[in-house]
Each structure stands twice: as structure tokens, then as C-alpha cells.
């Protein structure tokens, strides 16, 4: 299982990006999808995340500003980034996990909040 991640870019606060995560097999075979994010020097944390059902959720600081999609007919999953703060910085990661827990990565896209 591939997943391949891309959109992230320089952007300037206030900005927005979509971030894409195509997926090498059907997105309903992933008991749930997502993406998490490292800044330098952090540990990686999870950002937003979608079930099989459709069901999202999100980073308390996140929320209302990012959105998580999926595209069944692309095997894609997006990331709508609004409003972004330079705290959004980092490499973004998607995430498919299995319904037996296995979890597979994408190689991580870079995203960059700077004036």
C-alpha cells in the first residue's frame, strides 16, 4: 500500500492549502484515514482524521479552520488548510490505518506559514 502525499507549499498567514493524499487501493478498505504533522524539534502529532463512515475530527487548535475530506472515486484524501498560523508549520503526513490496526504513511509534504 502506497499513499502519496502533496500540496504543501510556502503560504503566508492567512493563507490556504490543500494538501492530497492518493492512496494505492481503495480509501474504504482504511478502517480510518488521516493526517498528523511534525514541526522542528516536536514529536509528530495528529492533526485530523476520517473514518470509513465519514465521521471527522480534529486538533482542538485546528478546528474550524482545517477540514478533511475524502474522495472515494480518486482513493483521495484532502486537507483544506484555512486560516493558517505560522504554529502550522511542519511536514504533513497522511495516515491509513487498517481495520486490524496496521498503519501505513505517506513520505510527508512540507508545509510553511511565513511572512
Known amino acids: 500500500v502506497q499513499l502519496q502525499a502533496s500540496g504543501g507549499g510556502l503560504v503566508q498567514p492567512g493563507g490556504s492549502l490543500r494538501l492530497s493524499c492518493e492512496a494505492s487501493r481503495n480509501i474504504f478498505s482504511f478502517d480510518a484515514m488521516g493526517w498528523y504533522r511534525q514541526a522542528p524539534g516536536k514529536q509528530r502529532e495528529w492533526v485530523a482524521g476520517i473514518s470509513s463512515a465519514g465521521s471527522t475530527n480534529y486538533l482542538v487548535s485546528v478546528k474550524g479552520r482545517f477540514t478533511i475530506s475524502g474522495d472515494v472515486s480518486k482513493d483521495t484524501v484532502y486537507l483544506q488548510m484555512n486560516s493558517l498560523k505560522p504554529e502550522d508549520t511542519g511536514v504533513y503526513y497522511c495516515?491509513?490505518?487498517?481495520?486490524?490496526?496496521?498503519?501505513?504513511w505517506g513520505q510527508g509534504t512540507q508545509v510553511t506559514v511565513s511572512s
Open positions: 495516515n491509513g490505518r487498517t481495520k486490524l490496526g496496521y498503519n501505513f
